[in-house]
């Protein structure tokens, strides 16, 4: 079993950065593809970027390419998501998930076997 902890969200302004923070317990993340997902209010949850279990492939929604970048150290059992360029239509609490995969998946639904409790994302205009 997977613990996963979220942190580094926050109110920022449009065009701020924030790098969030996923910390797992339990187990070794080295098994798992990585995931970042986002709900905002009155919104159902959305992919917003999945990294494999060897880091070498990625998937991102369309609308944080360029902006947000995933990354993961399987030593320190950690996962970021830097986010650049921030604007207001990304306010939403941001989950880390974690799906068991092969070395090369990048899971992109909401399939995921392990979440946070997620952390919240505020960009003011």
């Known amino acids: 079993q997977v613990q996963l902890v979220e942190s580094g969200g926050g109110l920022v302004q449009a065009g701020a950065s924030l790098r969030l923070s996923c910390v797992a317990s339990?187990?070794?993340?080295?098994?798992?593809?990585m995931g970042w997902f986002r709900q905002a209010p009155g919104k159902e949850r959305e992919f917003v970027a999945a990294l494999s279990r060897s880091g070498g492939q990625t998937a991102y929604v369309d609308s944080v390419k360029g902006r947000f970048t995933i990354s993961r150290d399987n030593a320190r059992n950690t996962v970021a998501l830097q986010m650049n360029g921030l604007n207001p239509e990304d306010t939403a609490v941001y989950y880390c998930?974690?799906?068991?995969?092969?070395?090369?998946?990048?899971?992109?639904?909401?399939?995921?076997?392990?979440w946070g409790q997620g952390t919240q994302v505020t960009v003011s205009s």
């Open positions: 339990g187990r070794s993340i080295g098994s798992y593809a």
């Open positions: 998930a974690a799906k068991l995969a092969s070395l090369s998946a990048v899971p992109t639904t909401g399939e995921y076997d392990h």
